[in-house]
């Protein structure tokens, strides 16, 4: 008697996102081993994510040897040494024309394009440059502007470890006061050039490492030697940290064990203190008079300043257990708590040891609902989908590789800008800067729901949405051996044929000149858990999988 013929129909798959941490055999099979370089499209289907374009560089190392006013930059790779790395993207708004601020090499730079500008530091009147050395670019910009009404002045303050605080805003001109605001040119100048520093500091040691700008005041705090202090400037004015109601939050009462101020943050009327091991939550900031803690979580804090994102309805961070979600810490801050990363958690973990924590960025891209947090020293970014959380809390992962984003910003425009190597690239399209990037997508490893028998493959079927004239790379292996076989597919403009049959699926065409592509391949071998892959070539076209089938026979009871 023949043995049957059995089906597993995978629909949606890998809709789950990624599980590193349970691929038994007992796995749900709505996870995947691999999803790499893909997002979760708004049907819900793996897909792969969107490309690069380059809008700047790449950028040399500039001159100091007949630099002007304000500054050079080079676009000749050779002439001034190595390309720069961008390590800092920030997008200041003004009346006009908005302004992109990059660091990359120790020089700040201007502008995209053509028209990107190295810009120098000025004195006080804006007579001379300042004296001012830059020695790295992990810089944390926040924008609040001068005044309020029709006379407010657009003012963004720049902050990194070892280094003066910088206002950019617009200059006096030459010889004039800081907050004249006549020049019609904008530029850098030192805080304590331009307003007051507090008391007790003086040019050269307020220099804080991070920043936050919210109800009506600037924030700053991680000072070296005072690193359980938050220091605020008067109301409407960033600049002004001696007079008026400016003052300080000390948390030498709070933080136990030394424990240091890494990251601020402002959430539903909150004022949010990340320490590296603890988490103070103060209300009342707008009247600074009435600041009260009102939550304080021990043994959770965040490991990087730059990890810190507000989606609008939660903040995530990153700890040394994992990326989590603040609003569930406060949920959940007298249970167990679950994360974010929960199930990508060692991998993940392992990926972060090898990293030099400055060099963590991270985004939220709420036009796709993203968390991205690039690794660059891995050379993988991890994409964490917001849109839904998981029955268990976590979010679904999926990995980008290919690329290595030293920073990122999110435009006024909703442009998901990053820099890769010496260029600032925008989010778009479907190359890496004109070249293919490879769609990968592996199952976990499932027994077709017959755990006791062996399945002897026959023939694997696949469903995708996209552009014709695609090559496919199918993969299949069996037990946890990682021998895979192979079978490659390429479709042609106009027909979609099955394997050694005269009719290979079905075409379906709709929106935007994409179909629906189903074909199938001959597979072979044995074994009591199998397992599915596929790759393609993403070369200026959307792609996203839509169903997987598996067929096989039953074999013999194991």
């Known amino acids: 008697m023949p043995s049957q013929l059995i089906k597993q129909s995978l629909a949606a798959p890998g809709f789950f996102g990624i599980n590193s941490q349970d691929s038994g055999e007992d796995s749900d099979i709505r996870f995947a081993k691999v999803a790499d370089n893909v997002v979760f499209d708004s049907a819900g289907r793996i ?95 926040v924008s609040l502007p001068y005044g309020d009404g029709s006379s407010a002045e657009p003012h963004a303050y720049l902050v990194q470890a070892g280094h003066d605080v910088l206002v ?35 040019s050269g040691s307020f220099r804080p490492n991070c920043g936050l700008a ?39 009462a709070v933080f136990p064990s030394n424990d240091e101020i890494v990251a601020l943050a402002a959430h539903n009327g909150f004022l949010i203190i990340f320490g590296k091991n603890n988490i103070a939550i103060y209300s009342s900031p707008i009247d600074v008079t009435q600041l009260e803690l009102v ?20 903040i995530i961070f990153l700890s040394k257990s994992g990326l989590l979600s603040l609003q569930r810490v406060i949920q959940e801050k007298s249970l167990p708590f679950r994360d974010l990363s929960k199930n990508v958690r060692d991998e993940f973990l392992a990926a972060l040891d090898n990293e030099t924590v400055v060099n963590l960025k991270s985004i939220y891209f709420a036009r796709d609902a993203l968390y991205l947090l690039t690794l660059p020293t891995t050379g993988v970014v991890y994409a964490f989908d917001m849109r839904t959380l998981l029955p268990d809390g976590a979010a679904r992962v999926t990995t980008w590789t290919g690329i290595a984003p030293t920073s990122f910003w999110v435009t006024e425009a909703n442009e998901l800008i990053f820099s890769d190597d010496a260029y600032l690239g925008k989010y778009s399209g479907y190359q890496d800067n004109g070249n293919p990037y490879r769609f990968k997508y592996y199952t976990n490893y499932t027994t077709l729901n017959d755990p006791v028998r ?57 929106a935007g000149g994409t179909k629906n592509d189903s074909f199938t391949v001959p597979a072979s071998g044995a074994g009591s858990s199998v397992q599915v892959g596929l790759e393609a070539d993403v ?13 096989a026979k039953q074999g013999k009871v194991l």
């Open 214 to 252: 919210a109800y009506g005041r600037i924030w700053l705090a991680d000072i070296a030697n005072d690193k359980q202090t938050v220091y605020f400037s008067r109301l409407l004015d960033g600049s002004d940290f001696s007079g008026g109601d400016s003052g300080f939050l000390s948390l030498n």
């Open 454 to 510: 062996i399945k002897i493959l026959k023939n694997l079927g696949f469903t995708c949405r996209g552009e014709s004239n695609k090559q496919f790379f199918t993969f299949w292996g069996f037990d946890y051996k990682e021998d895979y076989r192979t079978a490659s597919k390429t479709l042609p403009g106009s027909l979609v044929y099955e394997w050694g049959v005269g009719e290979f699926g079905v075409a379906e065409f709709g």
């Open 539 to 551: 070369n200026g076209n959307y792609l996203a999988l839509q169903k997987i089938d598996i067929f």
């Open 168 to 202: 950019y805003h617009e200059l006096p001109v030459s010889g004039g006061n800081p907050h004249d605001h006549d020049s019609g040119t904008f530029g850098f100048q030192k805080l304590d050039d331009v307003g007051t520093l507090p008391v007790g500091y003086s």
């Open 47 to 141: 897909a792969a994510r969107k490309g690069w374009t380059s809008i700047a560089g790449p950028v040399g190392f500039v001159s100091a040897a007949g630099a002007s006013e304000y500054g050079i930059a080079e676009y000749s790779i050779g002439e001034f040494g190595a390309p720069t790395s961008f390590k800092f993207i920030y997008e200041f708004l003004k009346e006009g024309d908005n302004v992109t601020i990059s660091s990359g090499g120790g020089v700040l730079y201007t502008g995209l394009g053509d028209s990107i500008t190295a810009i120098t530091v000025r004195n006080a009147d804006n007579s001379a440059d300042a004296s001012y050395n830059i020695t790295n670019d992990h810089w944390q910009a």
């Open 295 to 314: 939550d304080f979580i021990p043994n959770v804090g965040c490991i990087n300043r730059d990890t810190v994102q507000n989606t609008g309805s939660d």
